[in-house]
């Protein structure tokens, strides 16, 4: 069997979006209207290529499919970095601006790292 660790299983990612189709009994033009996601891309993940970046987060978002679990890296000791969830629900935040998720980040991000250095020098 082939080594598929760190590699992302694209057939199996179009399979499962195929089944969160057939589930809400859609055809893949709905899908392609619902995400935004071109009917050429669908098409070619049909074919088993996989998709750009963007389209990955918005098939995902939509399908609820975590990309992680179609790779073969073990996703059970892996956690997001506090950090980055915290800029992540920044920019989910629809009062914010994106300039102002922009400079909140800025900030975010240079006190946390000068109190982790700091904290690492006791």
Excluded: C, H
Excluded at 59 to 79: C, E, H, R
Excluded at 100 to 113: G, M, N, R, S, W
């Amino acid at each position: 069997m082939a080594d598929t660790k760190g590699k992302f299983d694209s057939t199996a990612f179009f399979r499962a979006l195929e089944s969160t189709a057939l589930a809400r009994g859609l055809k893949w033009k709905a899908v392609s209207d619902q995400t935004g996601v071109g009917a050429s891309t669908l098409s070619r993940m049909a074919q088993g290529r996989g998709p750009d970046a963007a389209s990955l987060a918005l098939l995902s978002a939509w399908s609820g499919l975590n990309p992680a679990d179609f790779t073969g890296i073990g996703t059970s000791a892996a956690k997001a970095e506090p950090l980055a969830r915290l800029t992540a629900q920044l920019r989910r935040d629809p009062r914010l601006s994106r300039e102002a998720a922009d400079a909140l980040e800025e900030v975010i991000k240079a006190t946390y790292q000068r109190l982790v250095d700091r904290g690492e020098s006791r």
